[in-house]
């Protein structure tokens, strides 16, 4: 039995859906919050929230194999969320837990999440559950909310500076943790997923036929707190953006090519689906 935290999110739900090329419907549970969004799939759908321990344990009940797909929550509320469903797991004795972090996590990175996903990796490893870790650059996928209406203006502006990003499909990363699950020979190993090249925000804009301008971190903190989005949000982007012109999204590795035994989406063709 695989099952999947975050299942009915953008990852979870692709993910799902490639296991289910692979597997049958009966062998994979989505552990969600709100079970009536799994509406559109055809798998076991069981209810739990990362706030509630007993929640998951009843999700756990009888898996061999969690897709620990990486909280929305940030900080320390984010920490014990992601360390709730490990405790989960060795209470109700999973065998493999496959988890989503981020790329090259170090104590000293700018962007928040980086620690949250490096303290869930080490109490996987206190575990001593068998991991598989896919530390995941910046998906492709979230280039629109960076970019807002900048193509129509034709001028993109975004405190990103001179950092380079390797921007990877959220698809391929899905594609390729659905063969992680379905597949042996992963057991404790660790996978650096990245697109195949990194670009610069001036790169992206260039691509796109529009121009970019580097600007304070305050015009995205503004930006933010007019659009009456949280202050966790805004300042989790901001240290994102601190991570961006640090190159803390720069690596370029090749596990993702290994997993998917192909070439990942080029972010020239991604962008030009725009
Ligand atoms: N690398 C990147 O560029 C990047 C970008 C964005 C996010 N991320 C990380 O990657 C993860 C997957 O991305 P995504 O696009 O699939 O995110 P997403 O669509 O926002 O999905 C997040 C999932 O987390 C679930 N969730 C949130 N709080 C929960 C709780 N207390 N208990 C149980 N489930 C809860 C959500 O369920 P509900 O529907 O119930 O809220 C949803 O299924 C994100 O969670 C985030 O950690 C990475």
């Known amino acids: 039995m695989i099952a999947i935290t975050g299942a009915n999110g953008n990852l979870g739900k692709a993910t799902i859906r490639f296991l289910l090329?692979?597997?049958?419907?009966?062998?994979?549970?989505?552990?969600?919050?709100?079970?009536?969004?799994?509406?559109?799939?055809?798998?076991?759908?069981?209810?739990?929230?990362?706030?509630?321990?007993?929640?998951?344990?009843?999700?756990?009940?009888?898996?061999?194999?969690?897709l620990q797909i990486s909280a929305t929550s940030m900080g320390e509320g984010g920490i014990r969320q992601e360390t709730n469903v490990v405790r989960a797991a060795l209470q109700q004795e999973v065998k493999h837990i496959v988890y989503t972090g981020s790329i090259k996590p170090s104590a000293l990175a700018n962007f928040y999440a980086t620690h949250q996903a490096l303290a869930t990796e080490r109490a996987i490893l206190s575990s001593g559950i068998t991991y598989t870790f896919l530390r995941n650059s910046l998906y492709m996928e979230i280039i629109p909310l960076f970019m807002g209406n900048a193509i129509e203006r034709g001028h993109w502006e975004y405190p990103a500076g001179n950092g380079k990003v390797s921007f990877v499909s959220r698809l391929d990363i899905a594609e390729a943790l659905a063969n992680v699950?379905?597949?042996?020979?992963?057991?404790?190993?660790?996978?650096?997923?990245?697109?195949?090249?990194?670009?610069?925000?001036?790169?992206?804009?260039?691509?796109?036929?529009?121009?970019?301008?580097?600007?304070?971190?305050?015009y995205l903190e503004k930006g933010m707190a007019a659009a009456h989005l949280p202050e966790e949000l805004i300042s989790?982007?901001?240290?994102?953006?601190?991570?961006?012109?640090?190159?803390?999204?720069?690596?370029?590795?090749?596990?993702?090519?290994?997993?998917?035994?192909?070439?990942?989406?080029?972010?020239?063709?991604?962008?030009?689906?725009?």
């Open 181 to 218: 699950l379905t597949e042996k020979g992963h057991e404790n190993k660790i996978y650096e997923i990245s697109g195949g090249k990194a670009y610069t925000f001036a790169d992206t804009a260039r691509l796109l036929n529009i121009s970019y301008s580097d600007v304070p971190n305050a």
């Open 236 to 274: 989790c982007m901001v240290s994102m953006v601190d991570g961006i012109r640090a190159n803390e999204f720069a690596y370029v590795e090749k596990d993702l090519e290994y997993l998917l035994r192909r070439r990942p989406l080029s972010f020239e063709n991604y962008l030009s689906n725009l």
């Open 21 to 66: 090329k692979k597997t049958k419907p009966g062998n994979i549970i989505a552990v969600v919050r709100d079970p009536a969004t799994m509406h559109d799939l055809n798998v076991q759908v069981r209810k739990a929230d990362y706030e509630n321990l007993d929640s998951l344990n009843a999700a756990f009940k009888g898996v061999d194999k969690l």
